[in-house]
């Protein structure tokens, strides 16, 4: 059985890499417009369903197909959502609002296999900033230029230094991927990244 990630993300291909199964990638087609008043672990979920629905039901993809479809929503206090930065500017004043707050990461998967119901789940992360200073946000995003990052800090890089705490069942999920629920809802269907039968 293939395996699809239906994802541009290569921080998503090098999670999925760590359960040792062979997968390919391909870049869903979905716009990712928030619907009006649409909660964020809503949008992530939806989000997630849509990208693997759109790659599994792709007529050019041969063949039964297990498919991961994936979304991350970022929000400040909750309340604002964020966005990937990307430029610097943007990234300074997002790590600037984060400084001494809370932002909360809403990470949802979908799989979708043969014969099987669709099995999918959304992570929450909470992640504490500590205060931060110009000069230190400044010569952090010259170092890491996380641009491509909401929050802007990559936790799983020099980001880390920029925090308090970081709550969550599931580590992985902050960088984009929950790959504990991953591994069981793959086992699910029948793709063991043990190996076994």
Same mark, same amino acid.
């Not at 869903?28 to 009006?36: I, L, W």
């Not at 999920?173 to 504990?180: D, F, H, N, Q, R």
């Not at 991953?182 to 039968?197: E, F, I, K, Q």
């Given at each position: 059985?293939?395996?699809?990630?239906? #994802?541009? #993300?290569?921080?998503?291909?090098?999670?999925?890499?760590?359960?040792?199964?062979?997968?390919?990638?391909?870049?869903?087609?979905?716009?990712?417009?928030? &619907? /009006?008043?649409? @909660? @964020?672990?809503?949008?992530?979920?939806?989000?997630?369903?849509?990208?693997?629905?759109?790659?599994?039901?792709?007529? #050019?993809? /041969?063949?039964?197909?297990? &498919?991961?479809?994936?979304?991350?929503? $970022?929000?400040?206090?909750?309340?604002?959502?964020?966005?990937?930065?990307?430029?610097?500017?943007?990234? +300074?004043?997002?790590?600037?609002? $984060?400084?001494?707050?809370?932002?909360?990461?809403?990470? $949802?998967?979908?799989?979708?296999?043969?014969?099987?119901?669709?099995?999918?789940?959304?992570?929450?992360?909470?992640?504490?900033?500590?205060?931060?200073?110009?000069?230190?946000?400044?010569?952090?995003?010259?170092?890491?230029?996380?641009?491509?990052?909401?929050?802007?800090?990559?936790?799983?890089?020099?980001?880390? $230094?920029?925090?308090? #705490?970081? &709550?969550?069942?599931?580590?992985?999920?902050?960088?984009?991927?929950?790959?504990?629920?991953? !591994? !069981?809802?793959? +086992?699910? &269907?029948?793709?063991?990244?043990?190996?076994? +039968?």
């Amino acid at each position: 059985m293939r395996l699809i990630l239906a #994802s541009s #993300s290569i921080y998503r291909r090098q999670l999925l890499a760590r359960l040792g199964l062979p997968f390919e990638t391909l870049t869903p087609a979905v716009d990712e417009t928030p &619907v /009006a008043g649409e @909660p @964020p672990a809503a949008l992530a979920t939806r989000l997630a369903r849509a990208k693997a629905r759109t790659v599994a039901d792709d007529t #050019s993809v /041969a063949g039964p197909a297990v &498919v991961i479809g994936s979304d991350q929503v $970022a929000t400040l206090d909750d309340i604002e959502p964020l966005g990937k930065p990307g430029t610097f500017e943007r990234a +300074r004043r997002q790590l600037q609002a $984060a400084s001494g707050r809370t932002m909360r990461f809403y990470t $949802a998967f979908a799989v979708i296999a043969p014969g099987t119901a669709v099995i999918e789940e959304t992570v929450s992360i909470v992640v504490r900033f500590r205060q931060l200073d110009d000069d230190e946000i400044d010569h952090y995003l010259a170092l890491e230029q996380p641009f491509d990052c909401a929050g802007a800090a990559r936790s799983e890089g020099l980001g880390i $230094a920029l925090l308090e #705490s970081i &709550v969550t069942d599931d580590p992985t999920a902050l960088i984009g991927l929950p790959l504990i629920r991953v !591994a !069981a809802a793959l +086992r699910t &269907v029948g793709l063991d990244p043990l190996g076994r +039968r």
